[in-house]
């Protein structure tokens, strides 16, 4: 069943939106080489806390920690270990939050250190996808065409669309219908209607679109090895257009940062 969230609820979905947006903002803060994926999910998770919301992904299924954290050619759900954050690594943290019973998504790539052009070619495809994809968020568009314009943004670049993995609804749950592949033809699946909430997230890898589960049952990494970049905004469908309710990352999309010890 898909839901179409009344004003209310919206305003509680947002709420839960501004904690993963002051959260992803202040990894970008902190987040430097030599410091272990462990050490950045407890930031998280203390930070979260201090403003009396819920890291969402902390247990869920199982899951045992509080971001996502996901470095190089792993795509999504890496699961933060001891592991050092060194020069060159894209860190993808992907962050959950609930609040009152509703919830907020979104999910930043990092560069630590220096990167070549093509490795920032990649992060620049990727989030101009998530943006393309938000621009057919609109009333009366088909869901699809989000999917659409994704994958031709993608490819067109030379890039593979991972197509296992697939953005979301969401509001009272962390994972709602519909489902919102990253690919496909236009014009197909329901019809967006206002008050429909959407998890966009494109995962685009270097290489090809395969992806491989480790054996811990969580970390997906491109089968291929190649490096993996994902980005994600919690959107709201509105008769005028689409609201983007993690508006607030926009400063560090996409763009090489230097996070250095």
Request: aromatic share 6%; net charge negative; glycine share 10%.
């Amino acid at each position: 069943m898909i839901h179409l969230r009344n004003e209310r609820e919206i305003e509680l979905i947002r709420q839960s939106c501004e904690i993963v947006v002051a959260t992803l903002t202040m990894v970008d803060e902190i987040i430097e080489e030599g410091m272990t994926t462990s050490e950045l999910d407890a930031e998280i998770e203390s930070f979260i806390r201090k403003h009396h919301a819920r890291p969402a992904f902390k247990g869920y299924q199982g899951f045992p920690a509080s971001a996502c954290i996901s470095v190089n050619d792993e795509v999504v759900h890496g699961i933060p270990n001891h592991r050092r954050i060194k020069a060159g690594d894209l860190v993808k943290v992907d962050v959950g939050v609930e609040k009152e019973g509703y919830y907020g998504d979104a999910a930043m790539t990092y560069v630590i250190g220096e990167i070549d052009e093509e490795t920032q070619r990649l992060l620049r495809i990727t989030h101009e996808a998530l943006m393309l994809g938000i621009e057919q968020a609109r009333y009366g568009n088909r869901l699809s065409d989000i999917s659409h314009a994704i994958q031709q943004h993608v490819e067109g670049a030379g890039y593979s669309v991972v197509r296992q993995l697939v953005g979301h609804g969401i509001g009272k749950k962390l994972h709602e219908d519909p489902q919102v592949p990253n690919y496909g033809k236009p014009g197909r699946g329901p019809r967006l209607r206002p008050g429909m909430v959407l998890a966009i997230e494109p995962m685009v890898n270097a290489g090809t679109y395969d992806v491989i589960t480790d054996e811990d049952g969580w970390t997906v990494r491109s089968a291929d090895g190649s490096l993996s970049a994902h980005f994600e905004h919690t959107v709201v469908i509105r008769k005028d257009g689409p609201e983007i309710l993690t508006e607030g990352l926009e400063q560090i999309y996409g763009e090489k940062r230097t996070h250095s010890r």
